[in-house]
């Protein structure tokens, strides 16, 4: 009798997560980039900086650049607005990387509240700072292998610098919404366990205009939006 009663309140705790899970809508789709949208000069750039270093600096910095097809700037997000939503910082520090000359990646999505470390790869120095009203900040000049941590404080897109190479720019998008993805390389994505009401869907590429539509999610609906974005 009470192994039957134990096995029923385990199963009576089961069955609501069950169906919450079973509740969960899903948002999928395709994104277009305009021709020209690339990686093109920052790939020329960083080659430029690899053949400037003699093999002992290559050694040193340890790192190669992984190069992101344009699709892979693009972050989408889905922001409730038919109820609200407890927004936490990622439970893990997220990385940046200063490698041959760029920030690695070059959009770096998190939470508000968010810890991320930037990470010097090249033989050289660099610095990071930002000029944006609300996160304005300066790490200084490190040198290579150094990690320097700095919490996201604000929402909005953070706009990244080094004061050494003005080429280099990257964009730490601070989100108030735990739903976000970044897009695959051949522009699909899948924005899962989101929970039925209405959000304000947005797209973002750093090279491109701001995408937002509204969208009413039903319970367990799988729902398709393809976006076109433009310059």
Request: aromatic letters at 8%; charged letters at 20%; one cysteine or more.
């Amino acid at each position: 009798m009470r192994k039957w009663i134990f096995w029923f309140c385990a199963l009576c705790a089961v069955l609501p997560l069950q169906a919450a899970a079973d509740a969960q809508a899903v948002l999928y789709g395709q994104l277009v980039l305009p021709a020209g949208v690339g990686t093109q000069e920052r790939a020329f750039r960083a080659a430029l900086y690899r053949n400037r270093q003699t093999p002992a600096e290559r050694k040193e910095g340890g790192r190669e650049k992984k190069d992101q097809a344009p699709a892979e700037n693009a972050i989408i997000s889905a922001h409730p607005t038919s109820f609200s939503v407890d927004v936490q910082p990622l439970s893990e520090s997220v990385e940046i990387e200063q490698v041959e000359v760029s920030f690695g990646p070059r959009v770096t999505p998190v939470t508000v509240g968010t810890t991320v470390e930037f990470i010097n790869h090249d033989a050289i120095y660099h610095n990071v700072f930002s000029l944006t009203p609300g996160a304005r900040f300066n790490i200084g000049r490190h040198p290579t292998g150094d990690i320097v941590a700095k919490e996201v404080e604000v929402a909005g897109n953070v706009d990244l610098f080094c004061d050494i190479h003005p080429q280099m720019h990257g964009v730490i998008l601070s989100l108030d919404t735990p739903y976000f993805t970044r897009a695959n390389a051949d522009g699909s994505y899948r924005l899962e366990g989101l929970p039925p009401g209405t959000y304000q869907v947005r797209v973002f590429h750093p090279d491109l205009q701001p995408t937002l539509v509204e969208v009413d999610l039903q319970p367990g609906q799988e729902l398709v939006r393809n976006f076109n974005l433009v310059k």
